[in-house]
Structure formats: C-alpha cells, structure tokens
C-alpha cells in the first residue's frame, strides 16, 4: 500500500514537498516514482529512483529533486519553482526489479498510491 500527501494549492513560485509512504512490503527493495496527470491529458512520469543505488532519473531537472529515506519508507519529492503547468493528480508507484531504462515505464510498477492533487494559482 502507498499513501500519498503534502499537496495542495500554491501561488506560483512557491515550494511543495510530496510525501509517498509504503506499507506492506519492503520497500527498500522497490524502486519509486512519482506521475502525474492532468486534466484531460494522460499521466507522465516525473522522477524516479531506484531501490538499491539510489539512482535518480528527473524529467525536469532543477525543478524536482526525489529522494527516499528506506526507513521511514518514504519517498519525497520536492518540487520548487511551481508553475501553473505543474497542476495535476501526482501519484506515487513502487515497483520491484525495474531495470534503469524502465523507470518511466508505468507498466513496471506493482502498486499505486491514491494521488494527492497539486494545484498552482497563476
């Protein structure tokens, strides 16, 4: 089970911090992502890493930065500089075995959290 948190309605520029907590399996042993959707479009990936080595793979450097504390199986990302663009559902996904090159994929992933809605006011 994943249970995503830390959004809601910023101005732009702001800061938000997404929580993503795992339970239910070992979570040191999944690699993590982090999509979103918006409205009328279809869920992209935005930042992942991976389990053991903790290699990292951003869709918008600079903006996000992901990062997991396997003992508090959390993943977090951070996402600074909001713009008006960054309005969407963002879910949280755990996967095992997901080699580098799939980490976007989100067939790769076994569960999924429930999303928490990121809104950014113009």
């Known amino acids: 089970q994943l249970q995503a948190s830390g959004g809601g309605l910023v101005q732009g520029g702001g800061s938000l911090r997404l929580s993503c907590v795992a339970s239910?399996?070992?979570?040191?042993?999944?690699?993590v992502g982090w999509f979103r959707q918006a409205p009328g479009k279809g869920r992209e990936a935005v930042s992942c890493?991976?389990?053991?080595?903790?290699i990292t793979d951003y869709t918008a450097k600079g903006r996000f930065t992901i990062s997991r504390d396997n003992t508090k199986n959390t993943v977090y990302l951070q996402i600074n500089s909001l713009k008006a663009e960054d309005t969407a559902a963002y879910y949280c996904?755990?996967?095992?075995?997901?080699?580098?090159?799939?980490?976007?994929?989100?067939?790769?992933?076994?569960?999924w959290g429930q999303g928490t809605q990121v809104t950014v006011s113009s």
């Open positions: 239910g399996f070992t979570f040191a042993d999944y690699a």
């Open positions: 890493i991976s389990s053991s080595t903790g």
């Open positions: 996904a755990a996967g095992r075995s997901i080699i580098l090159s799939n980490l976007r994929q989100e067939a790769a992933y076994d569960y």
